[in-house]
């Protein structure tokens, strides 16, 4: 099942790259395509912030997810890099849980 | 590739290894969040060699590791990988493509190839060599940094006593940032994170991701003219 995942989320994500360099231009002309395309991806990664942060299964939980994310706020506020972003989030949430701070 | 007798390039090509890589250090860390969220090392890679664009790759591995299904999961790869077709749309006529070189270079667009090629605009010339050379440098890294990631935590144990549970959301945040620019994105933002924790509760994993997408569609209507 993850292979199937993998295989036809590859593929499709190729043929989108591909399909803009054998369709028309003009298709840029436009304006209701391009601000989808350009705003689909903010809807999104917002929306997985939120699920990832919050959701378990069904439920909607606090837990030392929402203290990395906010370290990784603080980070990006700072300007750090993408891995040290990642990383700062981590390592809190794995701070608080060895010291039993947070589920 | 173009070359410009007189090494105007260098420059362009420096950078382009920088972009390469700062994003095989974020390759490091979907490698290590891939193999958390349970895919196999060879998956983990497979996404990295055929998929080649970090936010459907991440959201693939997150959607499936929250346990959404296999649909919900390829669902919401496409759509955030929608925009590459746009960028290749405008990529289009500077490149000119011919014969091999279409389908190869149909791989290599992404955020960072597609922002250096236009950030080059000046000459034809210095415009295809910042698409290329930023193109293969960033394929090359975010590969390495993959499997360095993917191998990395596959030798260590779980993801939760690791914090790297955490690491997904502030890794989606991160690519998030750059494109809150403005209080139109702000909104977006604030409505497709609503729209997906009031439908958790109610609806299968996964699909909560997907009907955000609508916030898009919607503000990407009433925004059409402006764009």
């Known amino acids: 099942m993850i292979w199937a995942a993998v295989l036809l989320g590859s593929l499709g994500c190729y043929l989108e790259k591909l399909f ?11 304006p209701m395509i391009r601000s989808v ?15 990832q942060t919050f959701g378990a299964g069904q439920s909607l939980v606090i837990d030392a997810r929402l203290a990395g994310v906010v ?21 809190t949430a794995a701070l608080l849980r060895a010291f039993g701070f947070a589920a | 590739m173009t070359r410009s007798p007189d090494g105007t390039n260098r420059p362009i090509t420096s950078s382009a290894i920088g972009i390469g890589l700062a994003t095989g250090a974020y390759g490091l860390s979907f490698g290590a969040i891939s193999v958390a ?20 790759q ?16 390829v669902l919401t790869a496409w759509l955030l990988g929608a925009r590459n077709g746009l960028y290749a749309l405008h990529l289009a006529p500077t490149l000119n493509l011919r014969g091999v070189r279409k389908p190869v270079a149909a791989q290599l667009t992404i955020d960072e190839s597609t922002a250096m090629s236009i950030a080059h605009e000046s000459t034809v010339a210095s415009s295809r060599h910042a698409f290329w050379v930023t193109g293969i440098s960033v394929y090359v890294l975010w590969n390495i ?14 993801p939760a006593v690791l914090g790297l549970d955490a690491a997904i ?8 940032w750059p494109r809150l620019s403005d209080r139109t994105a702000w909104a977006i933002a604030a409505g497709g994170a609503t729209v997906a924790l009031v439908l958790t509760p109610f609806t299968r994993s996964g699909v909560p991701v997907l009907a955000s997408a609508l916030i898009a569609v919607l503000a990407g209507y009433r925004l059409r003219d402006r764009a």
Do not use: E, K, N, W
């Open chain 1, 20 to 30: 803009g360099f054998i369709l028309p231009p003009t298709l840029l002309d436009r």
């Open chain 1, 37 to 51: 395309a350009a705003l689909l991806p903010i809807a999104m990664l917002s929306a997985l912030v939120a699920v």
């Open chain 1, 71 to 91: 370290v990784a706020v603080i980070a990006l506020l700072l300007r750090a890099p993408f891995l040290a972003v990642v990383l700062a989030a981590a390592i």
């Open chain 2, 37 to 56: 969220s349970g895919l196999t090392t060879i998956q983990t890679q497979t996404l990295s060699l055929l998929m080649f664009t970090g936010a459907s």
């Open chain 2, 58 to 73: 991440f959201a693939l591995v997150g959607v499936l590791g929250a346990g959404g299904g296999v649909i919900a999961a």
């Open chain 2, 145 to 158: 940094g993959t499997l360095l990631g993917a191998l990395g935590a596959s030798a260590i144990g779980d």
């Open chain 2, 169 to 176: 959301p502030a890794g989606f945040l991160a690519l998030l």
